[in-house]
C-alpha cells in the first residue's frame, strides 16, 4: 500500500519532488564550489582514510582499493567527485534521469561513509531511499515527465509495447 502511494500517487510525487530538490541542492551546492572555486585536491582526504585506523579494521578491502588504486590516481578522483556531485545534483534538481542520479549519489554517500566520514551521509541516504523506491514518481514533476517517455519510444524502439509507454 505505502509502496504504490510512493510509485503511483500524485501527493507523493509533489512530496518527492520537494525531497528530490532539497537531495539535488545538497549534492549541487557541495560539488559547484569543487569545480568553481580553488582547484580541488581530495588526496589529502584519501591520505586521511589510508591512515584512520577504523577503516584500516573495518573495511580491509576498501582500505586497499584506496590505498593502491584511488591515491595513486588522486586527480582522476578529484575530478570524478567534483562533477559526480555537481551532476547528481543537476539530475536531481531538474528531475532528470532521477533514478539514476539519485543511485549515483548514495553509492558517494557509501564511499564517503566507508572512507570514515559520517556527515550528513546517513541523512542523504535516508531521504534518497524514498526518491529510489519511488522510481518513476520521483521525477513526475520534473525533466523526466518528458525525458523518459523519449529514451523509451526513441532509444528503446521496439522493446517496449504501447501500452508500458503510457503507463509510465
Known amino acids: 500500500m505505502f509502496m504504490d502511494f510512493l510509485r503511483n500517487n500524485k501527493i507523493a ?7 528530490r530538490v532539497y537531495i539535488g541542492w545538497q549534492w549541487l551546492s557541495a560539488g559547484w564550489g569543487k569545480i568553481t572555486g580553488e582547484q580541488f585536491d581530495a588526496s589529502g582526504y584519501l591520505m586521511g582514510v589510508v591512515n584512520n585506523e577504523a577503516v584500516i579494521e573495518t573495511y580491509p578491502t576498501y582500505h586497499a582499493f584506496i590505498e593502491n588504486f584511488a591515491l595513486p590516481n588522486a586527480g582522476m578522483f578529484s575530478f570524478m567527485v567534483a562533477w559526480g556531485e555537481v551532476l547528481v545534483g543537476l539530475g536531481l534538481v ?13 553509492t558517494m554517500n557509501f564511499a564517503f561513509m566507508f572512507a ?8 542523504l ?10 522510481g518513476y ?4 514533476y520534473g525533466g523526466d515527465r518528458w525525458v523518459i517517455p523519449y529514451i523509451r519510444t526513441v532509444v ?5 509495447t504501447k501500452h508500458e509507454v503510457q503507463a509510465a
Request: hydrophobic share 60%.
Open 116 to 123: 570514515g566520514t559520517v556527515s550528513t551521509n546517513p541523512w
Open 13 to 19: 510525487a509533489g512530496i518527492l519532488t520537494v525531497l
Open 125 to 134: 541516504i535516508l531521504l534518497s531511499i524514498f526518491v529510489i523506491v519511488a
Open 156 to 160: 528503446f524502439k521496439n522493446k517496449f
Open 94 to 106: 531538474l528531475g532528470v534521469l532521477t533514478t539514476a542520479a539519485v543511485f549515483f549519489g548514495m
Open 137 to 140: 514518481n520521483a521525477g513526475r
